[in-house]
């Protein structure tokens, strides 16, 4: 049965627009995991746009599920997660310009740099998951790299404008579930799913975690975090 790992990094960047204290990520984590989250997902990104260090130290101390650290493979960020210990990691690509994280890790031309910064975190005890594209090249370079875990890159199939541009990326998705699966990976999803798109990859099988963040967060504006996240529950559960 698949899990959800709650994004909570929107949460932050409410708080970040005015520069106060709430709403508080940390806050957001525990009703999250009370309405049935099995992990919580934060990015801690080098410009500290939305999560910061004392998000971080308080929500190692108070989540009771799993907590997913994604950070850039930096010295910087392997030395925090070394001393925080977070459950994974999960290695994404970053950009200051971006407004949120616009595709894979290129495993490929960062094989060396990727092989010494898994070979750390997993020393330190650390379970180390790749963002990667469903790119079947990028997939095995995971594989070679030493990676436990791929998230795979959903974003194209979820900015996809036509039913065509969809079938064509869930087709891609498909293919690199099977690939993981195949190559004896992790495999995880994340970017762009919500309550509507998410229902084709979930048929597919064989994804054990989907990380979401901005479509939770927006609906509990509404609704409220508890009643949001009990909502995705229910579609990936299907109870």
């Known amino acids: 049965m698949p899990k959800l790992g709650v994004n909570v990094?929107?949460?932050?960047?409410?708080?970040?627009?005015?520069?106060?204290?709430?709403?508080?990520?940390?806050?957001?984590?525990?009703?999250?995991?009370?309405?049935?989250?099995e992990g919580i997902t934060i990015h801690l990104r080098e410009d500290r746009r939305h999560i910061q260090d004392r998000d971080i130290n308080l929500l190692r101390q108070t989540i009771k599920t799993r907590m997913n650290l994604e950070m850039a493979a930096t010295d910087e960020m392997v030395g925090i997660a070394l001393e925080v210990l977070p459950d994974y990691v999960t290695l994404v690509p970053e950009k200051r310009e971006e407004l949120t994280t616009e595709g894979g890790l290129d495993v490929s031309m960062h094989r060396h740099l990727l092989n010494k910064q898994i070979g750390l975190l997993q020393h330190g005890g650390i379970t180390v998951s790749l963002f990667v594209d469903p790119d079947l090249d990028q997939i095995k370079a995971a594989h070679r790299v030493g990676a436990n875990t791929i998230e795979i890159h959903t974003g194209a199939y979820c900015d996809a404008k036509t039913a065509d541009l969809q079938r064509a990326e869930l087709q891609k998705i498909e293919a690199a579930i099977r690939a993981g699966k195949k190559l004896g990976l992790g495999v995880n999803?994340?970017?762009?799913?919500?309550?509507?798109?998410?229902?084709?990859?979930?048929?597919?099988?064989?994804?054990?975690?989907?990380?979401?963040g901005h479509s939770i967060v927006s609906r509990a504006v509404l609704v409220g975090m508890e009643n949001a996240v009990r909502e995705m529950v229910t579609l990936i559960k299907g109870r």
Request: charged share 15%.
């Open 189 to 212: 999803a994340g970017h762009g799913l919500n309550y509507t798109n998410l229902a084709p990859i979930l048929a597919m099988g064989g994804v054990e975690e989907f990380n979401i």
């Open 9 to 37: 990094d929107h949460v932050a960047t409410i708080r970040q627009a005015r520069g106060g204290n709430e709403p508080d990520p940390v806050t957001a984590a525990a009703l999250a995991e009370l309405a049935g989250a």
